[in-house]
């Protein structure tokens, strides 16, 4: 049975250990898809239509504390920054707080930093809903277990599900209608040597965000039908490329995967092309690095940004074809559900 996003949070908890605090705060890091979320199958609850595949950036990600105020709205500061109180922004993170007011109403202080160089251009979506859930959680004396709280991140934006543990992430679609069972569990496998490199096209937000550009995607592209069978052989041939650790099946994986996803937006109505001639140029570069013998790949969301997938063995050779390379060790950082 479907349930109201209300009901569905108060059924996501896990067990209460304490009592409301003063204040709280952690951190998340951000992840980027191997395998893409792409499609919802109900988008109250943010529920998928495929599993999804992530790699975190480490120490990359969202530091948030939430302290209870004497006042009668929420506040909210980003990068230190005081938010309107009318923007959109504060309207989606008091929404998200409002779930948790039904244990009990107090209002918050919201102090949200993220760490992600702007010039990455890398969306925090995932790990500043990821770091609100953990924040909130230990305000509210919850106890900090992976499942449920995936489930409840997952309501604040898909991705962020993916968002509370460092390395590999899966995002069990799961199949029942009150979402209790679609949830990101943390994989056993590490790869210390992976890395991600992050490349800058624009710095200018996008003008069609994630969430719109799914549903039109889904409305409208002919070729989102493929979609959903192509994301569950790409995750299993994944999960395959981790446990071998091999590079070649990993990124042509993630790049073809990331290419499919592109392709369904490109023939959505009106069409959504995310890339810029930039970003055209990049792939070609990449191309022409696998050609000449050195191992990369990428992957893209939403977005004009290109992200290298490689092993440290080849971060020299890269390091000097891409310029303005950020590049990020996915296992350096602390683990967000560690007190
Ligand atoms: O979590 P959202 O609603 O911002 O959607 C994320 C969508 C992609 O970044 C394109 C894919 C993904 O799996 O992260």
Wanted: one cysteine or more; glycine letters at 6%; proline letters at 5%.
């Amino acid at each position: 049975m479907s349930l109201s996003p209300s009901d569905a949070f108060l059924s996501y908890l896990p067990k209460r250990t304490s009592s409301l605090k003063v204040s709280a705060e952690a951190f998340a890091p951000s992840n980027i898809a191997l395998c893409k979320y792409w499609g919802k199958r109900d988008p109250a609850l943010n529920l998928p239509v495929n599993s999804s595949l992530s790699i975190s950036l480490g120490s990359l990600g969202t530091s948030t504390r939430v302290t209870v105020i004497d006042s009668d709205q929420d506040q909210v500061v980003l990068n230190g920054q005081v938010q309107a109180a009318d923007s959109a922004f504060v309207r989606k993170c008091s929404a998200f707080v409002d779930h948790f007011r039904q244990i009990e109403p107090v209002r918050v202080r919201i102090e949200t930093e993220n760490n992600i160089p702007t010039a990455a251009g890398l969306a925090s979506s995932a790990s500043g809903f990821a770091a609100l859930t953990l924040a909130l959680a230990k305000l509210y004396g919850y106890e900090l277990v992976g499942p449920a709280l995936s489930r409840i991140a997952r309501m604040g934006s898909g991705s962020a599900s993916r968002s509370l543990y460092q390395g590999f992430a899966e995002w069990e679609m799961g199949a029942k209608d009150n979402g209790s069972d679609s949830q990101a569990i943390a994989l056993s496998q590490q790869w210390p040597s992976l890395r991600v490199g992050v490349l800058e096209v624009t710095r200018d937000a996008k003008t069609v965000d994630s969430r719109s550009g799914m549903n039109r995607t889904t409305q409208t592209s002919h070729l989102y039908s493929a979609w959903p069978q192509q994301a569950k052989e790409n995750l299993l041939t994944l999960k395959a490329a981790i446990a071998e650790q091999d590079i070649h099946q990993l990124g042509a994986t993630a790049e073809q995967n990331a290419l499919s996803m592109h392709a369904t937006m490109v023939s959505s109505w009106p069409p959504l092309l995310y890339w810029q001639p930039d970003s055209v140029k990049l792939m070609h570069q990449v191309w022409q690095c696998r050609e000449s013998g050195v191992p990369v790949y990428f992957t893209m969301d939403a977005g004009p940004n290109l992200k290298l997938l490689f092993e440290e063995s080849a971060q020299s050779d890269i390091e000097a074809a891409f310029t303005g390379l950020e590049v990020v060790n996915p296992w350096a950082g602390p683990c967000p559900l560690n007190d």
